[in-house]
C-alpha cells in the first residue's frame, strides 16, 4: 500500500501527501463538524490547508535553493507534524548552512510583508489573534484575520525550526558550523545527541500539557535524528564503492510463472534469501523470498506461483553509480536491483548495506 500520494508537480518536484495528513483533514473534518456543525469542520481543513501552505512554501524555499546548487529534490512529503523535503544534502558545510536557513528565513519574509500590510490596510490593528483553532478558523474568512494568522504562523515556523534540534533547520545549521571544524561523522554526532536531548524535553513537555501534538513532533525527531546519524556513518562507510562493488551477487534468477512447489524442491539454496524474478523475456519483473509466503505449507497453496508472491517496488540503478551519493534512495526501498548495460548483475537491501559498512568497518576500511 502506498504511504503518501502525488497531488502536483513543481519545478520537477513531485509534492506529495502523506496517508496520515488526509486521516489528520478527515479528523479535522468530524472534530469541528461535532463541535459547532459541518460549517466549522469546513473551516477546520480550509484554516489547516492555509496552513499546510506555508509549510510548503517553506520546504520549497529550502528545495529551490538545492536546485540551484544542483542537488536533487524528488519530492516534497506533507505530514500532521509539517513538511519534508527529500534532499540528499551534500557533505558541504556552507551549502548545508544556506540551504538550512532558506526555509525560516521565507518565513521571516513572508511574516514582515504581512506585518506591513496590516499597517497600511488596517492601522491600530490589534495584532494578537487567538489560538483557539475553532476561533482561527473563523476569523481567516477576512482579510485582517488572514494576514493576522499568516503573520503570526510565519514567525512561529520560522522560530520553531531554528531551535538546534537537529534534523530540523537548526540542528542542520549547528551541525554545518561544527562540520567547518571538525569531521562530518564527529560533527553530525554531536548535532544529532544535543538534537536528541531537546527532542527529549519536547516529548515531556508535551505529555506533562498533555499536548499530544507536541509530544508526538518530540518523539518523531528523536528518531528521526538517530536515522540521520546512521545515514551519515554508512555514508562514510561505503566511501569510494560503486553500485556493481557493493551489489550482492550471489543468488539465481527464478521465473515468475514457477510454481512455489518446484521452487522449493529444486530452486531454493541454503543461505540466499532473495531470488530476482525474471519473466518469459527475461526482463527482471521482482523480488521473491521464501519469507513472502506465509506460513501455510506448500500443499494448502495449490497452484500458487512466485509470481503471486514476488515484490514488484524496486528501485534499479546503474553498476558505476556511488553508493555514497544514493545511499538515502536505496534505504527509502526494500530492494535495489544493479543494471550494467541494461543487464542486471546484483541488488541491494537496506540490511545487507548496514551488514558490508559494518564488515568494512572491521577490516578497517
Not at 532558506?102 to 495584532?127: E, I, Q, T
Not at 551541525?175 to 554526532?189: E, G, P, Q, S
Not at 560503486?242 to 550471489?250: G, L, V
Request: proline fraction near 3%; charge should be negative.
Amino acid at each position: 500500500m502506498r504511504s503518501s500520494y502525488r497531488i502536483f508537480q513543481v519545478f520537477g518536484i513531485s509534492v506529495e501527501l502523506h496517508i496520515t495528513f488526509i486521516l489528520l483533514l478527515v479528523f479535522l473534518l468530524g472534530y469541528g463538524w461535532l463541535s459547532d456543525g459541518f460549517v466549522s469542520g469546513i473551516r477546520l481543513v480550509l484554516l489547516f490547508t492555509v496552513l499546510f501552505a506555508v509549510v510548503l512554501f517553506h520546504e520549497l524555499a529550502h528545495s529551490c535553493v538545492a536546485l540551484l546548487w544542483g542537488v536533487n529534490v524528488p519530492r516534497i512529503t506533507l505530514l500532521p507534524i509539517g513538511g519534508a523535503a527529500h534532499v540528499e544534502i551534500p557533505e558541504k558545510p556552507h551549502m548545508e548552512l544556506i540551504m538550512s536557513v532558506a526555509g525560516p528565513f521565507f518565513n521571516l519574509v513572508f511574516a514582515l510583508f504581512c506585518f506591513v500590510f496590516l499597517l497600511l490596510l488596517f492601522p491600530g490593528s490589534d495584532l494578537f489573534t487567538s489560538w483557539d483553532i475553532l476561533e482561527m478558523a473563523e476569523v481567516i474568512f477576512t482579510l485582517e484575520g488572514l494576514l493576522k494568522f499568516l503573520l503570526h504562523i510565519n514567525v512561529v515556523l520560522a522560530v520553531f525550526n531554528l531551535l538546534p534540534i537537529f534534523p530540523m533547520d537548526g540542528g542542520r545549521v549547528f551541525r554545518a558550523i561544527l562540520a567547518l571544524f571538525m569531521d562530518y561523522t564527529r560533527a553530525t554526532t554531536i548535532a544529532a545527541s544535543v538534537g536528541q536531548y531537546l527532542s527529549l524535553l519536547l516529548f515531556f513537555g508535551g505529555l506533562f500539557t498533555l499536548n499530544i501534538m507536541i509530544l508526538l513532533i518530540g518523539g518523531l525527531i528523536y528518531l528521526a535524528a538517530g536515522q540521520e546519524l546512521k545515514v551519515v556513518k554508512l555514508r562514510h562507510a561505503l566511501a569510494g564503492l560503486s553500485m556493481a562493488d557493493a551489489a550482492f551477487k550471489e543468488y539465481g534468477f527464478v521465473s515468475e510463472s514457477m510454481s512455489l512447489r518446484d521452487f522449493m524442491e529444486y530452486a531454493a539454496k541454503p543461505q540466499v534469501y532473495y531470488y530476482p524474478v525474471v519473466d518469459v523475456s527475461g526482463s527482471v519483473v521482482g523480488m521473491f523470498s521464501p519469507e513472502f509466503i506465509s506460513k501455510k505449507s506448500t500443499a494448502d497453496l495449490g497452484n500458487a506461483t512466485v509470481g503471486d508472491f514476488m515484490v514488484r517496488d524496486y528501485l534499479t540503478v546503474k553498476a558505476g553509480d556511488s553508493v555514497s551519493e544514493k545511499i538515502i534512495r536505496i534505504l527509502e526501498r526494500d530492494f535495489v536491483f544493479v543494471e550494467d548495460d541494461g543487464r542486471v548483475i546484483g541488488y541491494l537491501t537496506p540490511g545487507y548495506l548496514s551488514d558490508l559498512a559494518g564488515y568494512r568497518k572491521m577490516k578497517g576500511f
